[in-house]
C-alpha cells in the first residue's frame, strides 16, 4: 500500500474534476477508502493507517479474546452506586465514554432536551 499522504491525494484525485453537484456514491467510497477489501487478521505487520478496515496490531487480540467480566465490574454491593436524590451523575470512564458524558451532560442540563418536549 502507498504510502498515507500519497494514497489520499489517489483517493481524493476525483475532487479535481469533478462538479460538486455530480459527486456519486462511488467518489466517497474511493475518498474514504471504502471500496479496499479487508485485510486478513495477522497478516499486515502493522495497522494500515490507509485502510479504513485494517485491524492489525491495534488491540485486535484484545477484541477478539475472551472478557473476563471481573475485570470492569469492580463493584460488589450494587447499593454502594446509589446516589443521593438530586445529585449529578456520570458514566464511568472506560476508555473514550468522557465525550459521551460531556453529551449526556451538556443534554440533561437543556430542559427542553431532558424533558422529552419539542420547541414550539
Known sequence: MPAKPTL???CWQW???TDPENVSLENVRTA???HLPTCK???CKRHCKGNPYCV???GEKVWFGK???SSW???QDPSEERRTPGMFVGLRNLG???YVNTFLQLWYHNETIRKGEEES
Open 8 to 10: 489520499d491525494k489517489l
Open 15 to 17: 475532487a479535481e474534476s
Open 32 to 34: 474514504y477508502r471504502l
Open 41 to 43: 487478521l495477522g497478516v
Open 56 to 58: 492489525n496490531c491495534i
Open 67 to 69: 472478557i473476563e467480566d
Open 73 to 75: 465490574h469492580d463493584i
Open 96 to 98: 473514550a465514554t468522557c
